[in-house]
């Protein structure tokens, strides 16, 4: 069973772009969920979509936004970048939310590197 | 507000050395406990689930335990391959679903 796939592997942008992140997760789950990694702050939940609606959102500004389509792939966009936002992004699927469960456990792909310069 | 703390923030041990990785939390209400391991370069991997206190999960050479305000991760005899961070993430009953991560503990196994 393939995991999950997340691309770019890494990113390098400039301030004040904008990117776009990709997740495919696992066959049959409906639940993915986006964290922002950093060596200061460590893990922290972005936001979590389920069956295509946005169903919880951590403290990060409007300018972090994501969606999910109808075979549950999602994507994660930033825009007008900042220094800042240099980080591993992941994303996690499982079959019924972000509970993590024994029954439902998170399936993290291997991030996305991105470098804003 | 919600935290999760886990100490040490580093840790060597040698080859066989037992030791425990500490997860203390606050929560207004605990739904559940989470340990992940993780690679460098890669993602968490789900170890255990702890949902009340007086729990135990074991898992080849690790156990985890919960109490009221902490989770330990217990590692017996641990071997190079051990080496990984170890996150612990609660979440709490609540109005959402939201997880909260701790730090982490980069563990270091010497052969």
């Known amino acids: 069973k393939a995991g999950v796939t997340q691309t770019p592997r890494y990113l390098i942008k400039t301030r004040g772009q904008q990117v776009t992140l990709s997740c495919s997760p696992i066959?049959?789950?409906?639940?993915v969920s986006w964290y922002q990694q950093t060596p200061g702050q460590g893990l922290q939940f972005l936001f979590e979509y389920f069956s295509e609606t946005q169903r919880n959102k951590g403290n990060f500004p409007g300018r972090f936004s994501g969606r999910q389509f109808s075979n549950s792939r999602s994507e994660m966009n930033v825009s007008t970048l900042e220094l800042g936002d240099s980080a591993l992004y992941l994303c996690?699927?499982?079959?019924?939310?972000?509970?993590?469960?024994?029954?439902?456990?998170?399936?993290f792909g291997n991030g996305t590197r991105l470098t804003v310069t | 507000e919600d935290q999760v703390t886990q100490s040490p923030e580093a840790l060597r041990l040698q080859e066989g050395e037992s030791s425990s990785l500490n997860c203390s939390y606050t929560v207004s209400g605990l739904r559940g406990l989470f340990w992940y391991r993780q690679d460098p370069g890669k993602g968490p991997e789900f170890l255990f689930t702890?949902?009340?206190a007086g729990e135990e999960k074991e898992k080849e050479r690790l156990k985890a335990t919960l109490t009221k305000k902490e989770s330990f991760l217990h590692i017996t005899a641990p071997k190079p391959e051990d080496s990984a961070t170890y996150l612990c993430a609660v979440q709490s009953v609540g109005r959402d679903d939201k997880i909260i991560f701790g730090k982490g503990t980069r563990l270091h196994i010497l052969p």
């Open positions: 996690a699927s499982s079959l019924s939310g972000v509970a993590g469960g024994n029954d439902s456990p998170l399936h």
């Open positions: 066959s049959g789950h409906r639940s």
């Open positions: 702890l949902y009340s």
